[in-house]
Nanobody
């Protein structure tokens, strides 16, 4: 299983970025997906998750209303649209896949992880 995250970069506060995560080696349309992030000096934390069909999506309180998770099962790709970015959103963002079709909030629920993509938000 391979997850390839991309789309990170440097952006000013208030700006937007869209992260992508291309997945191979599993039946993507049957996998719950999630995004997590790890800021410098901090533990990795949950950001967003969606079920295998994209019908259900959930967000951490810190990104709710600003970030949107989506997926294209025909392209085996999950996205994270990030708007109104803040300096505190600076982190390495990781995508992760479950062997279950359900969403998941905890790292332990995920079986496969991408390498991470760095998002830096300047003030």
């Amino acid at each position: 299983v391979q997850l390839q995250a991309s789309g990170g970069g440097l952006v000013q506060a208030g700006g937007s970025l869209r992260l992508s995560c291309a997945v191979s080696g599993l039946t993507f349309s049957s996998a719950g997906m999630g995004w997590f992030r790890q800021a410098p000096g901090k533990e990795r934390e949950f950001v967003s998750t969606t079920d295998s069909s994209g019908s259900y999506s959930y967000y951490s309180d810190s990104v709710k209303g600003r970030f949107t998770i989506s997926r294209d099962n025909a392209k085996n790709t999950v996205y994270l649209q990030m708007n109104s970015l803040k300096p505190e959103d600076t982190a390495v963002y990781y995508c992760a896949a479950r062997s279950s079709r359900y969403y998941g909030y905890m790292e332990s629920q995920y079986d496969s992880w991408g390498q991470g993509t760095l998002v830096t938000v300047s003030s």
